[in-house]
């Protein structure tokens, strides 16, 4: 039997025990599965109070269920919803019951989802910000998908394939009749004006796509610099929280260390590295290692010094924030930073001056990490992309546009064929051709249930 013709069920709501769970169960069998349990089969989308039993009649649960008839449903299939009492042994009785009727078996992850995909509910761009809105940290993560969950970019992906067809007709046309004199010339202009336009709404999206690239993944952080200068108390500091040793000894940390923060609804994650110097010891080698790449791939590093240590090597690391620690330490206990309120030093460089131990100068940092991460980002508003399969598809599009308006005036056939790439890429975009592998790898990353 297809997949798809199988009843799945799955448990769509959070971890156990819990005060209520939700069972989730769609295909042609979520109807007799419902009249078994319920006794009945209730009002389409009117939640009702029944007494659960199993096919022996012995009870499982008091429990709310909705029965949701396609095609009007999530999916598009039968769907029955159990909201039960959320104890395991509850949800062991109830999928034990679910897995003795025929054709029914739990679902595998995203299965749901995929299956309103394959029945039109959604299309692939909606389905990924689904998967984005469920994965949101930060206030900021959600308002981007629940933008993109509106089929922005599918209903935008929609009218310009749309539109090349169109354009792709006309020029077809052109072919057709070659041998008319002046008409093939008549429909290559309106099809070369709607290519251009096209192509330049096209180019717009892309330009702004990073900002929503980077939003989904986040800003990172590294703290890096010599041994014993501060850098894990920093981390504890910024986490609220200890997550690292702090110890006077030189090469305690000899591991990467991440904390994710949401500093003003942008999500960064912070990296303690180990300390940057010269070692004998094998194991601290590998952790200075590490620590090098780490802060030459992050977005941001902040290089701690102190009075005992100035600015190490930093081979690899450019354009980092100087964070000067200790400050309460030096002549005159002066807890401020040693240049501008904003950090900015006369020389165009950055420099903070802290106390990690004691907190100076930490929310001043921390202001002015908000501030980088509102210009890495920028606002997202208007972005449309969320992922790079997108953003490859929409280039590949914009890339055979041009090459179809280069060369339609010298060979009508190779326009028409750049034309007829350009709407199959769009089509891979929307999910809707050739895109079978593409589906297991984005399915399979959804939670179960989902």
Request: glycine fraction near 10%; include cysteine; charge should be negative.
């Amino acid at each position: 039997m297809h997949p798809r013709e199988q009843t799945i069920f799955a448990l769509s709501s959070g971890r156990l025990p819990s005060a209520i769970a939700l069972v989730r169960v769609s295909g042609p069998g979520a109807g007799v599965a419902l009249t078994t349990l319920a006794g009945k089969l209730p009002m389409p989308r009117m939640a009702t109070r029944v007494l659960l039993h199993d096919v022996s009649q012995r009870p499982i649960d008091d429990a709310v269920v909705l029965w949701f008839p396609g095609p009007a449903s999530a999916t598009g299939e039968d769907i029955a919803e159990f909201h039960v009492h959320g104890g395991r042994a509850v949800l062991a009785a109830l999928f034990s019951t679910l897995s003795a009727f025929e054709n029914m078996r739990a679902a595998e992850p995203g299965e749901f989802t995929r299956r309103a995909f394959e029945n039109g509910k959604l299309d692939l761009t909606e389905a990924e910000a689904l998967d984005d809105l469920i994965h949101a940290d930060t206030d900021r993560q959600r308002r981007q998908a629940l933008r993109q969950m509106k089929g922005l970019l599918g209903d935008k992906a929609r009218d310009w394939r749309a539109q090349i067809i169109e354009a792709s007709a006309l020029i077809e046309a052109g072919i057709d009749f070659s041998d008319e004199g002046d008409v093939p010339a008549e429909l290559h202009k309106p099809a070369l004006a709607k290519i251009e336009k096209l192509l330049g709404e096209i180019q717009e999206v892309l330009a702004a796509q990073g900002q929503s690239e980077r939003l989904r993944d986040g800003l990172v952080v590294a703290i890096a610099g010599p041994p014993n200068v501060g850098k894990s108390t920093l981390i504890n500091q910024l986490a609220r929280r200890e997550v690292a040793i702090v110890s006077p000894h030189a090469g305690t940390t000899r591991d990467v260390i991440e904390i994710q923060l949401d500093l003003d609804g942008y999500p960064v994650t912070v990296i303690d590295t180990a300390g940057i110097r010269e070692t004998d010891d094998p194991v601290e080698q590998e952790g200075v290692r590490r620590a090098r790449a780490r802060a030459g791939e992050a977005d941001l590093v902040l290089w701690m010094v102190d009075t005992q240590h100035g600015a190490a090597d930093r081979e690899g690391v450019s354009g980092a924030w100087i964070v000067r620690n200790k400050i309460d330490l030096e002549t005159g206990n002066a807890a401020r930073p040693r240049e501008s309120a904003n950090g900015l030093r006369p020389d165009g460089s950055t420099e903070f001056g802290i106390s990690a131990a004691r907190g100076d100068g930490v929310q001043e940092l921390i202001a002015a990490i908000v501030i980088f991460a509102r210009d890495f980002f920028g606002t997202g508003e208007d972005a449309l992309i969320g992922r790079e399969r997108q953003r490859k598809l929409l280039q590949q599009t914009a890339d055979m546009l041009h090459r179809s308006i280069s060369v339609i005036g010298s060979g009508e056939e190779l326009a028409a064929e750049e034309l007829r790439g350009a709407a199959v890429a769009l089509g891979r975009l929307l999910g809707r051709v050739d895109v079978e592998d593409v589906l297991d790898v984005i399915f399979r990353e959804f939670c179960i249930g989902k």
